[in-house]
């Protein structure tokens, strides 16, 4: 049993750190940033806004997979003592 939880473990772990590679960490700075008059449109203020909103939650998600990672690998090591 303990065997299984650190193998999961590390895939959860592993898992985490490649989603936090490729969408970053989730801080609160937006990417819409300020755009000139003529190229603002709503439309395209709403597509980087559910950009920037899925990159948050999967960088959440991936934050949120190397912690419970690390408490799985961390249960195996109290659990053979």
Same mark, same amino acid.
Do not use: C
């Given at each position: 049993?303990?065997? #299984?939880?650190?193998?999961?473990?590390?895939? %959860?772990?592993?898992?985490?750190?490649? /989603?936090?590679?490729?969408?970053?960490?989730? !801080?609160?700075?937006?990417?819409?940033?300020?755009?000139?008059?003529?190229?603002?449109?709503? #439309?395209?203020?709403?597509?980087?806004?559910? %950009?920037?909103?899925?990159?948050?939650? /999967?960088?959440?998600?991936?934050?949120?997979? !190397?912690?419970?990672?690390?408490?799985?690998?961390?249960?195996?090591?109290?659990?053979?003592?």
């Amino acid at each position: 049993m303990s065997r #299984a939880l650190n193998v999961f473990g590390l895939f %959860f772990s592993l898992g985490g750190v490649l /989603l936090l590679f490729l969408f970053g960490m989730p !801080i609160r700075v937006e990417t819409g940033g300020g755009t000139p008059v003529a190229w603002s449109t709503s #439309a395209i203020h709403l597509q980087v806004k559910k %950009f920037d909103d899925i990159y948050n939650a /999967l960088g959440w998600i991936g934050l949120l997979a !190397i912690i419970f990672g690390t408490l799985l690998q961390a249960v195996t090591v109290l659990e053979r003592k």
